[in-house]
């Protein structure tokens, strides 16, 4: 299973840094016996190698050469590969950049690195259907991706920050197989190549017969991407080490 992370953004919601925002410290992490800080990213990272990820592919813009200096060549005994998206167009286009490298049959998850969430095995609830979502309830879905679910959990619409969202759960990471990924990517190309957000390409293909699952067992989530979001994650680590978790 490859784990994609899209780190390609310009994190201009938190700049001026002198460091790409997806090693922004965080928390902390125990290398041996001495506590370090912890850059965002790492959060995406370990949940990705918690589900079982095997292979990891960051793509970073032309600038973000400290994201390799950091991470290197494997984690925990995952190799890493990086993919170059020479400009910033977007969500969609960043995530099709890693499919050369994944076969059909092969699945893939993905999220956001400049977020923090949990439980920490929250991709594990993604169980093996063409697509489906992990989600989480926010107080302010204007702000994100609500995803619109039937009882049964079957995904009817994405409402991209929509600030009359009718749900307040929204999508903070996905789970797909490679024909999918390619079936998106085929739909996003006969589109113009037009979609930023995966939210609209989604919904296009929900409308041609494609068919995706929202899975409500998201507990927390946290965009760090701004102030406010980074001081709210400190404060959602620090009542989880409070709590033992």
């Keep these: 299973m490859w784990g994609i992370i899209p780190a390609a953004g310009a994190g201009s919601r938190i700049q001026p840094l002198a460091f790409s925002k997806e090693l922004l410290p965080v928390g902390s992490r125990l290398d041996g016996e001495i506590e370090r800080p912890r850059a965002v990213s790492e959060y995406l990272l370990d949940r990705m190698l918690i589900a079982g990820a095997r292979k990891i592919c960051f793509i970073i813009s032309p600038g973000k050469s400290d994201i390799m200096e950091y ?18 167009l977007g969500l969609c286009d960043s995530i099709f950049r890693a499919l050369p490298f994944i076969d059909p049959d092969e699945f893939v998850i993905t999220g956001l690195p400049d977020t923090v969430w949990f439980p920490v095995n929250g991709f594990s609830s993604l169980g093996n259907d063409e697509l ?3 989600l989480f309830p926010v107080d302010r879905p204007e ?5 619109v679910t039937d009882g049964s959990g079957k995904v009817l619409e994405v409402q991209v920050k929509s600030p009359s ?21 085929a739909l996003w190309q006969e589109r113009g190549c037009s979609d930023e957000y995966i939210g609209t390409l989604v919904n ?6 494609g068919t995706a ?8 989530y946290v965009d760090v991407g701004t102030l406010d979001g980074y001081r709210e994650a400190i404060r959602l680590l620090g009542k989880k080490a409070a709590d033992g978790e």
């Design 71 to 88: 991470y290197g060549g494997s984690v925990n005994g995952a190799p890493i590969c990086y993919i170059v998206q020479q400009r910033p």
């Design 132 to 134: 489906s979502f992990l």
């Design 143 to 147: 702000f994100f991706d609500a995803v």
């Design 165 to 185: 969202a009718r749900s307040n759960w929204v999508w903070g990471a996905f789970k797909l197989r490679g024909s999918v990924l390619a079936s998106l990517h």
């Design 204 to 209: 296009d293909y929900l409308k041609r017969g």
């Design 213 to 220: 699952c929202g899975i409500r067992s998201g507990e927390s």
